[in-house]
């Protein structure tokens, strides 16, 4: 069936280092995906997304990566900072009989250490 | 731009009540995705309504329901209560038609079942 995992449930780094959140997906048929943060007591909240097409694509300090071989995607996030602390989710977009549907990940906890 | 909103922010309910949970999209997006999210754990994608109509349901029993007003704003519907319904209810919209997958979320409401 479809899944979307993390690799680490949690991921401690010092500030100012880079940040490599890991997430893999089974659904050879996802088409795309999005990183998403979520905040203690908030809901979450968009950071990057990438589709199907496309291998790399970057943002503000962020950048996400899509290796299609090995059905795996990362969120690298460049010089990290305390404001960066929070749980980051992977999501998937797949078409079920339903319609599109996004299935997220367990999520990672990021903790920034000053 | 008004963000989604969902109402109440708290609720305290007991085994075997019933609850309603609100949530507003954003202007112009059509779809209201509900989702379900215990304490520490990832997001469990519960109901998708577009138009008005149920387009897609998760792995949940019955007991939860939902529905659409022609405005677009949704509720969700929790009869008969157990202990393990405890979580945050998060409540996503998205523009069906031109737009991105991205959904746009709002704080949740956190529903503790005693």
């Known amino acids: 069936g479809e899944s979307v995992g993390l690799h680490l449930p949690t991921l401690s780094v010092q500030e100012g280092d880079n940040s490599i959140i890991n997430c893999a997906y089974s659904?050879?048929?996802?088409?795309?995906f999005i990183w998403y943060k979520q905040e203690s007591g908030k809901g979450p909240q968009f950071i990057i997304d990438?589709?199907?097409?496309?291998d790399k694509r970057q943002g503000q300090r962020v950048t996400v990566l899509l290796n299609k071989t090995v059905k795996h995607l990362s969120l690298q996030i460049a010089a990290t900072q305390p404001g960066d602390s929070a749980v980051y989710f992977c999501a998937e977009n797949g078409v079920t009989g339903g319609g599109n549907k996004l299935t997220f990940g367990t999520g990672t906890q990021l903790k920034v250490e000053l | 731009e008004a963000g989604v909103t969902q109402s109440p922010t708290h609720l305290i309910k007991t085994r075997g009540q019933q609850v309603t949970l609100r949530c507003s999209p954003i202007?112009?997006?059509?779809?209201v995705y509900w989702y379900q999210q215990a304490l520490g754990l990832g997001l469990q994608f519960l109901l998708w309504y577009d138009e008005g109509e149920e387009r897609n349901r998760g792995n949940f029993p019955p007991r939860f329901s939902g529905r659409q007003f022609p405005n677009y704003s949704s509720e969700l519907n929790v009869n008969a209560l157990e202990l393990e319904d405890s979580a945050l209810y998060l409540c996503a919209s998205r523009q069906r038609h031109g737009g991105s997958y991205e959904q746009y979320f709002g704080p949740g409401t956190r529903l503790t079942v005693t």
């Open positions: 202007s112009g997006h059509t779809s």
């Open positions: 990438i589709r199907s097409n496309m």
């Open positions: 659904n050879s048929a996802s088409d795309y």
